[in-house]
């Protein structure tokens, strides 16, 4: 009987190596094992066979700098350039002159969400409703191997007859008539705006900085108007697309502060630029 338990023991002791993982350069042969028959007497049999190593492939490497699956969110609010307020606007989003999807819709509530970019990509946001002007706001997304969230914010331009768009900052230096330094910029992406909306006729009206004669008030607004029509025009709008009027008066909607302006900050007069046609 001892033979037998001894051959018992090391059947056992090879099926437990095995399964742990250790494995012979050479398989052992079935050992006999007892087992007991029908009616109870033991006989010998042969042990199950021991099991296979399972072998796992290595992951495969990735290549240097190449990120898999990560991608950047857009979100933000589609602003009202007169109360800054948030607006329901519908827009698209264009990578290399090729729509990104479906058009979208910004809401008042939640905004605009856009997922699925690239990272370090370079997208256009397009607004494409026809309650405000057509417009579009170029977007360099930054390199990142992380998802990433971006929030940006985005000014939209009523178009309808009769409203007014403000021109800030002003193009104007306090008591000057002609286009300060450093208002190009802002003002080619304006007469870019305008050039995307060819159907589009606009009155200028350019404020004072202070009370002064009626006559004087309308010189000054009268000289600013068409200094600003003349920088349209040399971005390439039709003269005939832009009207100036001239104002006698203070802005009634934003005069001149009654106490004195801190240190630094100067009240100039209000420019703006009325839809007359769409």
Not at 125 to 138: A, T
Not at 243 to 266: C, E, Y
């Amino acid at each position: 009987m001892k033979p037998i338990i001894k051959t018992f023991r090391t059947a056992i002791c090879a099926c437990v190596l095995a399964s742990i993982g250790v494995v012979a350069f050479s398989q052992p042969k079935p050992m006999p094992i007892p087992v007991k028959n029908q009616e109870g007497s033991m006989v010998t049999g042969k042990a199950p066979a021991a099991p296979q190593p399972v072998v796992i492939p290595p992951a495969q490497a990735v290549p240097q700098g190449q990120t898999i699956g990560t991608v950047v969110t857009l979100t933000g609010y589609m602003l009202n350039q007169n109360t800054l307020t948030p607006v329901d606007a519908n827009y698209a989003v264009y990578e290399a002159g090729k729509k990104v999807g479906q058009s979208r819709k910004s809401s008042v509530r939640d905004g605009f969400l856009v997922t699925g970019l690239k990272p370090g990509g370079s997208y256009t946001v397009m607004i494409e409703d026809p309650r405000y002007f057509r417009e579009e706001f170029p977007i360099a997304l930054p390199q990142s191997s992380r998802y990433a969230e971006i929030s940006k914010d985005f000014i939209v331009r009523p178009m309808e007859a009769g409203k007014k768009i403000v021109i800030m900052p002003s193009p104007f230096d306090l008591r000057k008539n002609v286009i300060k330094a450093g208002v190009e910029e802002d003002l080619v992406h304006f007469a870019k705006m305008l050039s995307m909306n060819p159907g589009v006729s606009v009155e200028l009206v350019c404020y004072p900085d202070e009370e002064v004669p009626a006559a004087a008030a309308s010189s000054i607004s009268t000289t600013r108007g068409n200094a600003l029509k003349a920088e349209f025009e040399k971005a390439g709008i039709s003269g005939s697309r832009i009207s100036v009027k001239s104002a006698s008066t203070v802005d009634p909607i934003n005069p001149p502060p009654i106490k004195k302006s801190a240190k630094g900050k100067r009240y100039v007069g209000t420019v703006y630029v009325v839809v007359t046609k769409t």
